[in-house]
């Protein structure tokens, strides 16, 4: 049985331009996001993992300050995190501003010295997070959660829901799809082999949409471009790329020539 979560999700997914589990889990990131500002900014334990990762990676610390600014008209909670995180690096550059001196007294004695005493941490060690961003944690666990569902879902004998579901989705990307041969198991193998020919049909049909969309460049073989040709080239990148945040390419984004 399709998990009940998981089919309300997706029936609002397939909906949406691009790949549907890309734009689950792009929800899901927001809703963990709007849930740190709005009930987990002064957290202690949430607040200690701030600091072990110091913050969030490049793409999730411009995201937590988008989504605020976007739902809040403002920049509190953003504010709050990095200004913690600037006590905390500057105590530790504090540490480290003795290292150039270090470098300036070293001479050769002391570097054949070095051969024989124990391997030193990087000098940039303390500025480096001790966890990974737990935004992108979040979203590698939903991400998995997402893909076995799915399988579960399309496996499912009592139930064409979800391969119905699916049929209407710009169907998912090359990397939930590799996901998906990683995550099967036994129980779910049905829906696996139906993801594999389904993705297959709709390579082989991309495929033929590209290289007649890339002959009518010929002068010579000028000609009118069918629907799927102009959009052949923005479905090779939402395959291969995945959906990306915000709004996305509709068909009409297409190369018209008539």
């Known amino acids: 049985m399709i998990n009940p979560f998981f089919a309300n999700k997706f029936e609002q997914a397939v909906k949406v331009t691009g790949c549907p589990l890309c734009y689950m889990r792009q929800q899901a990131e927001v809703k963990y996001i709007r849930s740190i500002i709005s009930d987990h900014i002064n957290d202690p334990a949430s607040r200690v993992h701030i600091i072990n990762s110091l913050g969030y990676c490049p793409t999730h610390t411009w995201k937590v ?84 569902w799915l399988l579960e879902g399309l496996a499912d004998p009592d ?67 069918s629907e799927g040709e102009q959009f052949s080239w923005l479905r090779a990148v939402y395959f291969f790329a995945g959906r990306r945040e915000g709004d996305n390419p509709r068909p009409e984004f297409s190369d018209l020539q008539t």
């Open 65 to 148: 300050a988008e989504v605020e600014k976007r739902e809040d008209g403002e920049s509190l909670g953003t504010s709050i995190i990095y200004e913690h995180l600037a006590l905390v690096i500057t105590e530790r550059l504090e540490k480290l501003k003795r290292y150039p001196n270090l470098l300036a007294q070293d001479n050769p004695l002391l570097q054949q010295a070095r051969k024989y005493l124990p391997q030193q941490a990087s000098p940039s060690a303390s500025l480096r997070a001790e966890k990974p961003c737990r935004v992108c944690q979040m979203s590698t666990e939903s991400d998995d959660s997402y893909v076995r």
């Open 159 to 225: 139930n064409d829901e979800t391969r119905r579901l699916y049929k209407l989705s710009n169907r998912v990307c090359f990397d939930h799809l590799r996901q998906a041969l990683d995550k099967a198991v036994p129980a779910s193998a049905a829906g696996l082999q139906f993801l594999l020919e389904d993705a297959l049909e709709t390579l082989k049909t991309l495929d033929a949409d590209l290289r007649s969309h890339i002959s009518k460049y010929d002068y010579d073989k000028r000609s009118p471009r």
